[in-house]
């Protein structure tokens, strides 16, 4: 069942609306749904596609999509292909191709994805990183840190009275 269809197509309704519901049989029975009022904790996981109205607390690990739906709530951790979120998110959400954040949307996360969409009136508090398509990021190497020069011995204050053997070679003449 795809989630995600182009604009101007006919099942562009909410996620629920009787639009969106009169998908053929045979593609309502690969997603699952977690209806509003439902709350589920733990993790899922699997190769379906979810729609959630209600909450999950926990994290899903989905080779297929994810939408979270105006209402809907999750606190966890979230791996799919692609992710649209239409309601909240508390969490970080790492997507094989797309993650897309709906006008009505929030996420608290940092979200990592070939493809980001935030559009405008969503709530974003996070880092978002881009990576190559299909592949979630590795750790990156450490940058080397410069290294502060020592103190020399003319950069010290010198005693009253007394004058530095040697001046140090990167000494400006006053």
């Known amino acids: 069942m795809s989630i995600f269809q182009r604009e101007g197509d006919a099942a562009e309704a909410e996620p629920g609306s009787p639009a969106r519901r009169s998908a053929p049989a045979q593609n309502r029975s690969e ?8 709350r589920i904790k733990g993790e899922i996981s699997g190769a379906a596609d979810i729609l959630i109205h ?3 607390e926990g994290q899903l690990a989905l080779s ?6 105006e209402g809907g709530v999750v606190k966890g951790r979230i791996e799919a292909r692609r992710t649209r979120v239409s309601g909240k998110v508390f969490g970080d959400i790492h997507a094989s191709e797309r993650i897309e954040v709906l ?6 996360g940092d979200v990592i994805a070939p493809r980001v969409a935030i559009n405008a009136g969503a709530f974003f508090k996070g880092k978002v990183e881009m990576t190559a398509q299909g592949k979630m990021p590795a750790a990156a190497p450490a940058a080397p840190q410069p290294s502060k020069p020592a103190a020399s011995e003319s950069s010290k204050p010198a005693a009253a009275g007394s004058k530095p053997a040697v001046p140090a070679p990167a000494a400006k003449p006053q």
């Open 103 to 108: 006008a009505s949307g929030a996420i608290e």
């Open 64 to 69: 297929g999509d994810v939408v979270i739906a």
């Open 31 to 38: 997603a699952t749904v977690v209806a509003a009022g439902s």
């Open 54 to 56: 209600g909450q999950v």
